[in-house]
């Protein structure tokens, strides 16, 4: 019965309707448009979608993954390609300097982001004294297993461990610690997690260092990286949130 009722439109259809809305709005003279704000979204991103077809796609989520069984649907237009968003960076500037510590291999990347480098070199990094230790944990203190997947992102003991963990690290190595995050809004969720009273994990970080956050902001994480190397220097020692 489903199927019968579900209909294809086309995407040329569906590329003005946010600016027919606007004009069928005006022509009818509603002045309360905050009345009409949902159905003005759903034609934006109609309007989005119809527009943006190549290098694009539309995922839905059924739920948030901390509620599972409150069915709360999500649907999200995402770019998948990054040439697209390089295009115009190589359009606009006639030299270009990619660097990164992370990407290899690098003609991986070059086809990723459609172009063809004139110069491209890797370069190899040297330590004057043995100051790395790869390490995996796979388990917190309490023996329950710990992991960044996305699946257990939102697990509170997960969460919880993983600031014990750093908890110990903080009172045995010296001067700085650098803690990466996923995202930042994983960073969000978990740091306000470590804040909360019950949890007190942030204040027991507090003892053996000072923190401090990176954030979207240039000018405050410029400022915050400052600071957490005056901290390191100084002897007073600090994590550095990225």
């Excluded at 109609?46 to 190549?54: D, E, G, K, M, S």
């Excluded at 982001?113 to 995996?136: A, G």
């Excluded at 027991?204 to 979207?216: A, M, N, P």
Aim: aromatic fraction near 10%; hydrophobic fraction near 40%; charge should be positive.
């Amino acid at each position: 019965k489903l199927q019968q009722q579900t209909k294809i439109i086309e995407p040329k259809a569906m590329r003005f309707c946010y600016s027919r809305l606007n004009s069928l709005l005006k022509t009818l003279m509603v002045t309360d448009l905050d009345e009409y704000m949902p159905i003005q979204l759903v034609a934006n991103f109609c309007t989005l979608i119809a527009t943006y077809t190549q290098g694009f796609r539309v995922l839905l989520e059924p739920h948030d993954d901390r509620t599972p069984h409150v069915p709360d649907p999500k649907l999200q237009l995402a770019c998948v390609d990054a040439s697209l968003a390089m295009k115009p960076v190589f359009e606009r500037f006639r030299n270009v300097v990619i660097t990164s510590g992370t990407l290899s291999p690098l003609d991986f990347y070059t086809k990723i982001l459609n172009f063809t480098p004139k110069l491209s070199e890797s370069l190899s990094m040297k330590l004057s004294r043995k100051c790395i230790l790869p390490m995996i944990v796979t388990k917190g203190s309490d023996q329950v297993p710990i992991s960044s997947k996305f699946e257990m992102r939102n697990d509170a003991n997960c969460i919880k461990n993983y600031g014990q963990l750093l908890i110990e690290m903080c009172a045995c190595v010296p001067d700085g610690i650098v803690c990466f995050f996923t995202s930042y809004e994983y960073m969000e969720q978990v740091v306000s997690e470590w804040g909360r009273k019950e949890s007190g994990i942030l204040a027991q970080i507090q003892k053996h260092k000072l923190i401090f956050i990176e954030t979207k902001d240039v000018v405050e994480t410029s400022t915050a990286l400052e600071a957490f190397k005056k901290a390191c220097n100084c002897g007073r020692g600090a994590v550095f949130f990225s």
